[in-house]
Nanobody
Framework: QVQLVESGGGLVQAGGSLRLSCAAYGGTRSIEIIRWYRQAPGKEREFVAAVTNGGSTAYVDSVKGRFTVSRDNARNTIYLQMNRLTPEDTAVYYC???????WGQGTQVTVSP
């Protein structure tokens, strides 16, 4: 059964960078897409970025040009490189495996003004 573990969150000043990791365990060959989502306090969870097995990527408009999603198949790890962070990026970030619909526990990202 697929399990996902996120890491890399933390506190950063506006304009700074963080790299999140999503490590996948168990049945990883059956994962077709890994999506990153985030949920800010009082808001619904929203899609951020995705990467397919073939390397295709997609982003929500608000992060285009700032965030980059990539995958290291040898390490079964997906990364979300986040640059030029703003306070509006503050949220708990989750990765999700499709089609299994498995979620990680999330990692907190806090961007100070």
């Amino acid at each position: 059964q697929v399990q996902l573990v996120e890491s890399g969150g933390g506190l950063v000043q506006a304009g700074g960078s963080l790299r999140l990791s999503c490590a996948a365990y168990g049945g990883t060959r059956s994962i077709e897409i890994i999506r990153w989502y985030r949920q800010a306090p009082g808001k619904e969870r929203e899609f951020v970025a995705a990467v397919t097995n073939g390397g295709s990527t997609a982003y929500v408009d608000s992060v285009k040009g700032r965030f980059t999603v990539s995958r290291d198949n040898a390490r079964n790890t997906i990364y979300l490189q986040m640059n030029r962070l703003t306070p509006e990026d503050t949220a708990v970030y989750y990765c999700n495996a499709f089609p299994q619909q498995r979620w990680g526990q999330g990692t907190q990202v806090t961007v100070s003004p």
